[in-house]
C-alpha cells in the first residue's frame, strides 16, 4: 500500500512556542490530506482538508489562526500549531488521498506534549 | 449528511474463533466504506474498502467484509482470530459526493489465547 510519513513522531514543547508537523506521501503524489486530532480511547477528529494549492477547509469549531495547515506541494502538508498551550497536547494524525472515492492512507501519528 | 455507527465498544473473542466487528452507515448517495486498525500509538492502517462490485470484500490479514445495503450495513469479519489481531477497528464512509470520510468511534478487538 501506499506510504505516508509523519515527522516528528512525538514532541515536547514549552506552552507558547510553535510546532511545526510534516506530513508527506512517500509513493504517490496526494491531491488532498487531512489532519485529524485523536484523544486517547476516542475516535479521530478531522480538524481540516487541504488541497494541494489552495486553502485548507478548516472543520467547525477548529481555529485556523491556530492550526496553520500549508499543502505546498503534492507529496507535503504541515501542520503548525502556534502558542501551543497544554490543552493542544493531543495525537495528531495526518492522511493523504490520491482522487476522490481513492483509499486514505494515514501517517504514523506525531504524540505532542505541551508542558 | 453521511454517518456511521460502530455499536460496541468492545468486542472480546478467543483466539481461534471466528470474530465480527460490526458497522452500519448513512449515507444520502451510494457509499464508499472502509476498515482501518489502529495500534497503540500508532496510526490507522488500511484494511479493506467497498466501492463497488461484489458485496463481499476481501482485504489484508485474512479479514473479509460484506456490504449489505439493505441493512445498510459492513460488519468486518474474520474466521480464525489471532491475538495479534488485538486493536482498535474503524469503519468509514464516504458518500460518492462528499470529500471527506466519516469515522466511527472505533471498536477494541482483544483476542485472549
Known amino acids: 500500500g501506499a506510504v505516508v510519513s509523519q515527522h516528528p513522531s512525538w514532541v515536547i514543547c514549552k506552552s507558547g512556542t510553535s510546532v511545526k508537523i510534516e506530513c508527506r506521501s512517500l509513493?504517490?503524489?496526494?491531491?488532498?490530506m487531512f489532519w485529524y486530532r485523536q484523544f486517547p480511547k476516542q475516535s479521530l477528529m478531522l480538524m481540516a482538508t487541504?488541497?494541494?494549492?489552495?486553502?485548507?477547509?478548516?472543520e467547525q469549531g477548529v481555529e485556523k489562526d491556530k492550526f496553520l495547515i500549508n499543502h505546498a506541494s503534492l507529496t507535503l502538508s504541515t501542520l503548525t500549531v502556534t502558542s501551543a498551550h497544554p490543552e493542544d497536547s493531543s495525537f495528531y494524525i495526518c492522511?493523504?488521498?490520491?482522487?476522490?472515492?481513492?483509499?486514505?492512507?494515514f501517517g504514523p501519528g506525531t504524540r505532542l506534549l505541551v508542558l | 449528511a453521511q454517518s456511521v455507527a460502530q455499536p460496541e465498544d468492545q468486542v472480546n473473542v478467543a483466539e481461534g474463533n471466528p470474530l465480527t466487528v460490526k458497522c452500519t452507515y448513512s449515507?444520502?448517495?451510494?457509499?464508499?466504506l472502509f476498515w482501518y486498525v489502529q495500534y497503540p500509538n500508532r496510526g490507522l492502517q488500511f484494511l479493506l474498502k467497498?466501492?463497488?462490485?461484489?458485496?463481499l470484500v476481501k482485504g489484508s490479514y485474512g479479514f473479509e467484509a460484506e456490504f449489505n445495503k439493505s441493512q445498510t450495513s459492513f460488519h468486518l469479519k474474520k474466521p480464525s482470530a489471532l491475538v495479534s489481531d488485538s486493536a482498535l477497528y474503524f469503519c468509514?464512509?464516504?458518500?460518492?459526493?462528499?470529500?471527506?470520510?466519516?469515522f466511527g468511534d472505533g471498536t477494541t478487538l482483544t483476542v485472549k489465547p
Open positions: 492522511s493523504a488521498r490520491l482522487r476522490r472515492g481513492e483509499t486514505q492512507y
Open positions: 509513493d504517490f503524489q496526494a491531491t488532498t
Open positions: 487541504s488541497n494541494e494549492g489552495s486553502k485548507a477547509t478548516y
Open positions: 449515507v444520502s448517495g451510494n457509499p464508499y
Open positions: 467497498y466501492i463497488t462490485g461484489d458485496n
Open positions: 468509514a464512509v464516504r458518500d460518492t459526493n462528499a470529500g471527506k470520510s466519516t
